[in-house]
Structures are given as C-alpha cells and as structure tokens.
C-alpha cells in the first residue's frame, strides 16, 4: 500500500518535482509508508531515509564537476523537500492521533 505525499486522498503517489529548471514538467516517485509506524522516531527516520532516496532518485546525480548542474539539482532537491513536507507532517500526525486514539480507548 501506498500513501500519498501531495494533497490527494492517502492512497497512491507521489512526490511531484520538477523536472528541471528549465521545464515545467514534473516527475514522481512513489514512497511506501503503510510499513512504517510514523508515531516512532524510528518509523519517521524510515520515512525520512525512503523520501531522500526518492528525491536522489527523481532529481538525479549528475556530475561533479558541472557546478551549473549541481546548482540545479541541488534547487531540484529542495523543491522536493518543501513539496513532501506538507504531506509528511500530515502522515505523521494522523498516525500519532490515531495511536494515541487507539491507546485511549483500551
């Protein structure tokens, strides 16, 4: 099962990131959570470990030396940290409520 990371209902998707600077098209990867218990740090560094992976692997690598494409992959990570941002504090505090829920009504 997917959880979505965009202000969709939390089913499929995605990490929408601009392809590059130059274009408006966007790529997407999908991120797992229905695994993860996101009211624990370690569910959360999980998350957090499988969003960086996400974001390498939308926005790319790209060589070293070429600071005009290292400028922008580094404007392409931070995009798709901002955009995942939202979602990922909103994943984080349904399951803590939810937890807690569950813990409140033994």
């Known amino acids: 099962m997917f959880k979505t990371l965009l202000p969709t209902p939390l089913i499929a998707a ?18 797992a959570v229905a695994d993860l ?21 939308v926005c790319g690598a790209g060589d070293q ?17 901002k955009s995942a941002a939202p979602r990922r504090a909103a994943l984080i505090a349904a399951a803590t409520t939810s937890n807690h829920g569950a813990v409140a009504s033994r």
Do not use: F, W, Y
Request: hydrophobic share 45%.
């Open 37 to 57: 218990n996101l009211a624990t740090a370690p569910g959360q560094a999980k998350l957090d470990h499988r969003l960086a992976v996400a974001i390498r692997q």
């Open 65 to 81: 030396r070429d600071l005009t494409l290292q400028a922008e992959l580094r404007r392409c990570r931070e995009s798709a940290r």
């Open 14 to 31: 995605a990490l929408a990131i601009p392809a590059s600077a130059g274009t408006p098209a966007a790529r997407q990867a999908k991120v």
